[in-house]
């Protein structure tokens, strides 16, 4: 069964950085659209960004220009890094293969302060 495993979140102040990881325990990682999601307390899980077999990437407007999201296929592994990060960030960050109905991982915290 394919399992998602996200890691590096962590507690920061506002304007600073973090880089999140994802391993996909799957095989073929290199053929699905990733995307990162993420859900704030009270909030239903929203989707951040998505990332091609090729790379090529896309965002949501709250996002854009602070995020990037890039992959490495060969590690079965894609990152979020987070600049610039805001209090409104402050949420569960998740991933998945986009458009596929995968069981979730538990997700990696990051907690934003003012």
């Known amino acids: 069964q394919v399992q998602f495993v996200e890691s590096g979140g962590g507690s920061v102040q506002s304007g600073q950085s973090l880089t999140l990881s994802c391993v996909d325990s799957?095989?073929?990682?290199?053929?699905?659209?990733m995307a990162w999601y993420r859900q704030s307390a009270g909030k239903q899980r929203e989707l951040v960004a998505r990332?091609?077999?090729?790379?090529?990437?896309d965002y949501e407007e709250f996002v854009k220009g602070r995020f990037t999201v890039s992959r490495d296929n060969a590690k079965n592994t894609m990152y979020l890094e987070m600049n610039s990060l805001k209090p409104e960030d402050t949420a569960v960050y998740f991933c998945?293969?986009?458009?596929?109905?995968?069981?979730w991982g538990q997700g990696t915290q990051v907690t934003v302060a003012s």
């Open positions: 998945n293969r986009f458009g596929y109905n995968v069981p």
């Open positions: 799957g095989s073929r990682f290199n053929i699905y659209i």
């Open positions: 990332i091609r077999p090729n790379g090529v990437a």
